[in-house]
């Protein structure tokens, strides 16, 4: 049987290799410190299991929802209100989505054609490249350069490409770099989508993890963006429910009309539960996720200063769940590298060029452990004669 052509598209997954080593490893009891996925180790609140919970006793939520629930779409609108200060978003401006990497995968199936061009940061979260792909667009990478602290350069993007492209996705906090944007930056991005009439989509799942006193906020705080952008908005990390998939893409009328279009092609809408556990983390108290971003900043400085003090030059992460470290001296090979990390040391992390072209020469680490076990993980890293 010749399976899809699409699949041509896409290289080898090499977390499988990673798994295989992590598997074998365990096998021989070796301690692990697994650095790499991105899912948080901290407990969901409990107002929002039990709002579940109660939800999955009632016998009618168990067949199709068909829509999102209205009162969802309200909470949604509410949110933006109390959490980001933006007061005009409308139900119509409205949908979830089973996780913004299911969005952002079937985006381009919604809003692209063969041959468009579209603009994507590298490195970026894979399903970036995904999702234009699957969309038949042609990738253009705009470099996320050390030198401008992994940030977006609109002004050197040719004038004859942002011409040409119809699309352009922006992820601030940005996953794997770690990098934060600015009101003048964000001010900067939207004006070069509104100059040449480019769809602007912003990856918004970390504005709850940023750190040093930076405030997260949306793209809707920026003057403009209303009429050129829409915004993955996610819970999974603020509220500790990656495994329940809850996102919402949020923005442009016409954007999400053609997007419940194709939806309703393919899938029969969130399990009515999910929804009601989503009314409930965005009506619910917020103290929580703000002694959590605090948490995050901890682990940060346990892994970055660590490293840092044993001999790895590691700089911080301003923002997200994750620290994107330059291999250290006398590697190339960000694969072989951290195959050796796990042999030598027991630590995962996961290779930098699985994020793009510019992402080769990098790792990047998760978060998701205690400060002492990430000191733990350290320890082994410096013992281990890795960085020698």
Not at 13 to 42: C, H, M, R, W
Request: aromatic share 10%; charged share 20%; hydrophobic share 45%.
């Amino acid at each position: 049987m010749e399976f899809s052509k699409r699949l041509d598209l896409f290289g080898p997954e090499i977390f499988a290799a990673l798994n295989n080593k992590k598997v074998a490893l365990e096998q021989q009891g070796k301690k692990l410190y697994n650095l790499s996925v991105g899912t948080p180790d901290f407990k969901t609140p409990e107002h929002i299991k039990q709002a579940l919970i109660t939800a999955a006793a009632d016998d009618e939520n168990w067949k199709y929802s068909l829509r999102d629930l209205p009162e969802l779409l309200d909470t949604v609108c509410g949110y933006y209100q109390r959490r980001f200060g933006v007061a005009d978003i409308t139900p119509d401006r409205v949908m979830s989505f089973g996780g913004s990497q299911d969005g952002i995968g079937h985006l381009g199936l919604a809003l692209l054609n063969d041959g468009d061009t579209v603009l994507l940061p590298d490195p970026c979260y894979p399903v970036f490249m995904t999702g234009a792909l699957l969309g038949g667009a042609k990738p253009w990478y705009y470099k996320l350069t050390k030198e401008n602290n992994f940030l977006p350069a609109v002004a050197d993007i040719p004038p004859e490409v942002a011409k040409a492209a119809k699309m352009m996705l922006v992820s601030l906090p940005a996953n794997p770099v770690g990098s934060i944007g600015s009101p003048a930056l964000y001010q900067e991005i939207v004006d070069f989508c509104r100059q040449y009439d480019i769809l602007l989509v912003h990856d918004n799942a970390y504005s709850d993890i940023i750190f040093d006193g930076a405030q997260g906020g949306s793209v809707f705080n920026t003057p403009g963006a209303r009429e050129v952008a829409v915004e993955f908005f996610s819970l999974s990390k603020s509220f500790n429910v990656t495994g329940a998939r809850i996102s919402f893409l949020v923005g442009r009328p016409d954007v999400i009309a053609a997007c419940k279009k194709l939806r309703t092609q393919i899938d029969f809408g969130m399990f009515l539960p999910i929804q009601k556990a989503a009314i409930a983390a965005m009506t619910g108290p917020l103290e929580g996720v703000k002694a959590q971003c605090a948490l995050y900043q901890a682990r940060r400085d346990a892994l970055c200063g660590g490293l840092r003090a044993v001999g790895w030059q590691v700089p911080d992460s301003h923002g997200s769940m994750f620290v994107w470290a330059p291999l250290p001296a006398g590697y190339t090979d960000s694969m072989a590298f951290c195959l050796a990390l796990i042999e030598k040391a027991g630590v995962i992390c996961t290779p930098g060029a699985s994020f793009g072209p510019s992402g080769e020469g990098y790792v990047r680490f998760a978060l998701t452990l205690p400060v002492e076990k990430i000191a733990e993980a350290v320890h082994a890293i410096a013992q281990s004669g890795i960085l020698r």
